[in-house]
């Protein structure tokens, strides 16, 4: 692994941003370029990058809490890893690395720990992730960071119009899971 990364999200002090929120334009970074290509394909702006950390500082505050996000941080925040619990013992997760950072090691760091964080402190039995087909790199971090293989599925992208295959991939508390094929996953 490069250089150590630190999980954190977001800081409240007052930066150069007229917004008070200094993370805002890494996070407006983050999502750009290549990083967004298999997701939207479309770059976040420094208005949207503020409305995510609020949005992300009002979740922290809810009870019982439903969404976990961190920056993940080598020398200033380059990515965002998020944990979102979708029924009582069952999350997802979900990352963004910003592409100068790429092999690296950080996402399989922020991965684990996060992992480690859903099962100890987030009470989830079950952890379910995707990646696009083309972007193999984020198949790797997942089986690094513990997870197993159970398909492809179909799912839509945000504008409704066009749905996309993704793979996706299952992790268990205490051992490696594997899912049975239903309608919507399809084993490979």
């Known amino acids: 692994m490069g250089g150590q990364s630190k999980a954190r999200w977001p800081t409240t002090g007052k930066g150069a941003d007229p917004h008070g929120d200094p993370d805002a334009p890494a996070l407006a970074r983050i999502y750009s370029g290549a990083s967004i290509r298999p ?5 976040l702006t420094l208005d ?3 409305e995510k950390i609020r949005a992300a500082l009002a979740r ?3 009870t019982p809490r439903a969404q976990w996000s961190w920056g993940i941080t080598a020398d200033e925040m380059s990515g965002l890893i998020a944990l979102r619990r979708r029924t009582p013992t069952m999350g997802t997760l979900s990352y963004i690395l910003r592409e100068d950072t790429w092999g690296n090691g950080y996402a399989i760091e922020a991965a ?3 992992v480690d964080f859903a099962f ?3 009470g989830l039995e079950r952890l379910e992730a995707m990646h696009h087909p083309d ?3 984020s198949g790797r971090v997942l089986t ?3 997870f197993t293989r159970t398909g492809t599925c179909d799912r839509q992208t945000e504008d409704w119009l066009r749905s996309r295959s993704v793979a996706a991939f299952g992790h268990r508390f205490g051992r490696r899971w594997r899912v049975e094929a239903s309608a919507d996953v ?3």
């Open 135 to 137: 972007n193999p790199a």
């Open 112 to 114: 684990q720990h996060v």
């Open 186 to 188: 399809h084993e490979k």
């Open 120 to 122: 100890a402190i987030g």
């Open 48 to 50: 949207q990058a503020h």
């Open 60 to 62: 922290a505050a809810e």
């Open 144 to 146: 690094k960071a513990g």
């Open 39 to 43: 997701t939207t394909g479309k770059p």
